[in-house]
């Protein structure tokens, strides 16, 4: 499964906790951190940054399922490859570059996989 990405990761990872099924969840969440942005404010302003990340990291492990890495190495180990490979560039190097990275190497399996074969 996956879960809609409408907003940002945080609130995302909230919504997916909560089960979330409706467009009105995302409303509710951003009037929620809008009435917290101008209210709780200045108790933020004292919180050190890596509270914060902790924050967003809890809500971050909800998204994680590692019974899908087990269904992948299983069922196809290129897959499990590509998710190894997509996790560790995204951890480790530049969020940006592992996604460009398994989109591109996704598309070029498609390619591969749906162009004719001679004979």
Do not use: H
């Amino acid at each position: 499964g996956g879960y809609p990405v409408t907003g940002s990761f945080s609130r995302s990872a909230t919504n997916a906790a909560n089960g979330s099924q409706s467009p009105l969840c995302n409303a509710v969440s951003g009037l929620v951190v809008a009435l917290a942005l101008a209210c709780l404010t200045p108790l933020f302003r004292a919180m050190p940054y890596n509270v914060l990340g902790a924050v967003v990291a809890v809500a971050a492990v909800n998204l994680v399922d590692p019974r899908e890495a087990v269904f992948l190495w299983r069922s196809s180990k290129r897959e499990w490859c590509l998710l190894v490979f997509t996790f560790a560039l995204t951890a480790f190097v530049a969020l940006e570059l592992g996604i460009l990275t398994a989109v591109a190497i996704c598309v070029a399996q498609v390619r591969i996989s749906v162009s004719p074969r001679s004979s």
